[in-house]
């Protein structure tokens, strides 16, 4: 059974602490890992897709990185409007998306 | 305006009485999602769409029914409400093989 597990739960940062959010996961046949950014009484905006380890993508303050077993979104010197739950899902050869639980994600000023 | 439009945004149905919510996209992509989202939890897929007539399971789809006769529309309904699928219910769409790219604002819906 496909798992995706995000670390941590809850994130709190000070304006400008730079930190990194975890999304692990246990899938057969990855075809693809996707990160997203959801504000309250949203829906999920799309951020990044990452088809294989080594991958890295960058939008603003935000990189997301791929290894074979995991993924890590860094958050480089957050501001207040970073403050939202982000959540990671993976693709597998299936065609259907496991979404995680989430980290929400408040940056304090 | 180009996009994915769900309506109702707030739906209180009782228990036992069928329910319909809709989604429609702009968009043209040929996949449609129906996911719901409880509190503090993840995203969990009910029915999915790969073209117009042409639909399947997700991880929960008991007690719920989709349809699709145009690309352009995904309805979901509930034929037999029950408090457990109070939730808030997300549409989106995609092309083949990419991300679910785009979210509706979804429909809280409650059941009493």
């Known amino acids: 059974e496909d798992q995706v597990t995000q670390s941590p739960e809850a994130l709190r940062l000070q304006e400008g602490e730079s930190s990194s959010l975890n999304c692990s996961y246990t899938?057969?046949?990855?075809?693809?890992l996707f990160w997203y950014r959801q504000d309250p009484g949203k829906g999920p905006e799309f951020l990044f897709t990452?088809?294989?380890a080594g991958e890295e993508k960058e939008k603003e303050r935000l990189k997301a990185t791929l290894t074979k077993k995991e993924s890590f979104l860094h958050i480089t010197a957050p501001k207040p409007e970073d403050s939202a739950t982000y959540l990671c899902a993976v693709r597998t050869n299936a065609g259907k998306s496991t979404f995680g639980d989430g980290t929400t994600l408040t940056v304090k000023p | 305006d180009a996009g994915i439009t769900q309506s109702p945004r707030y739906k209180i149905t009782e228990t036992g009485r069928q329910v319909t919510l809709m989604c429609h996209q702009t968009?043209?992509?040929?996949?449609m999602f129906w996911y719901r989202q409880d509190l503090g939890h993840g995203l969990r897929l009910i029915y999915y769409?790969?073209?117009?007539?042409?639909?399947d399971k997700g991880e929960v789809p008991d007690g719920y029914v989709v349809s699709r006769s145009k690309t352009e529309n995904f309805p979901l309904t509930l034929e037999s409400a029950t408090r457990s699928q109070t939730s808030v219910y997300f549409c989106?769409?995609?092309?083949?093989?990419?991300?679910?790219?785009?979210f509706g604002q979804g429909t809280r819906l409650t059941v009493v």
């Open positions: 990452l088809y294989s």
């Open positions: 769409s790969a073209a117009a007539d042409i639909t």
């Open positions: 989106a769409s995609s092309d083949p093989g990419g991300p679910e790219a785009f």
């Open positions: 899938v057969s046949g990855l075809r693809g």
């Open positions: 968009w043209s992509h040929s996949y």
